[in-house]
């Protein structure tokens, strides 16, 4: 019996005794300055994995997304600044080989000739338009500011640009108004190619050295810049994400 209590004695001993070596160290490692965010301020470059998902705004407050992709990152500058401004200039890129819109269906017709009043017309049967679009983004220029003057958190604000293709004319148009040329006539398509000018702030989360989990919210605008007849676009759109990045 007082064998059994020694060794449950000796065991919580050693696991304290760990416990104490380890907060200790811990408390040295961040007095050095090298806590997590430190840690990473000196980092290369940033691999992370991204779920992001968001309504549209204004007039579009019916269409939604969700984008699933990666983040490639290259740290440019040593950290900079004092206070709570310090930190440092990353470039990225952001690529989504999963990228869908959300939007409410509608009918409408096309007409390649203008109706006359002497003779019909050559619109087609009513068809739906709108839905699910498909397609892939990236996003090839995106420049950050890490915030660096934490011990676990990095937060960071950015600007960036990219573009997306999708698997039909996107944002849809169009009515059942055979006298109306701007919406049933040839000129009255969209582009399947649309721009995505967007800014955002985030926050990197370190759970352990060079490990951290991200969020972010960012104001994307998609816009084809008219190259299709017609140019509505998504004048605002909310959107948030959620990642996990490594950094090397």
């Known amino acids: 019996m007082a064998m059994k209590r020694t060794m449950r004695w000796g065991a919580a001993i050693a696991v304290l005794s760990v416990g104490l070596m380890a907060r200790a160290q811990s408390a040295a490692s961040v007095a050095a300055g090298m806590s997590p965010v430190a840690d990473a301020a000196k980092a290369n470059w940033e691999y992370g994995a991204l779920l992001q998902g968001g309504v549209g705004l204004e007039e579009r407050t019916d269409y939604s997304f969700l984008l699933v992709g990666g983040h490639l990152g290259k740290v440019l500058t040593p950290e900079l600044g004092t206070g709570l401004f310090k930190g440092n200039l990353e470039y990225a890129v952001e690529v989504f080989p999963f990228w869908q819109s959300y939007t ?145």
């Open 104 to 248: 409410p269906k509608f009918q409408r017709i096309y007409c390649p000739v203008v109706p006359t009043v002497l003779g019909g017309n050559n619109c087609s049967a009513p068809y739906t338009v709108g839905g699910t679009a498909t397609g892939v983004s990236i996003t090839p220029i995106m420049l950050r500011w890490n915030l660096t003057h934490g011990k676990k958190i990095m937060p960071w604000v950015q600007a960036a640009g990219g573009v997306v293709w999708t698997n039909h004319k996107y944002p849809a148009v169009g009515d059942l108004n055979a006298s109306d040329p701007t919406q049933t006539g040839p000129a009255s398509d969209t582009s399947v190619w649309n721009f995505t000018p967007q800014g955002g702030v985030g926050a990197h989360y370190f759970i352990k050295p060079k490990r951290s989990i991200d969020m972010s919210v960012n104001a994307v605008h998609i816009s084809s810049a008219s190259l299709g007849d017609k140019n509505p676009g998504v004048n605002v759109s909310l959107q948030m994400s959620v990642g996990y990045s490594w950094w090397k």
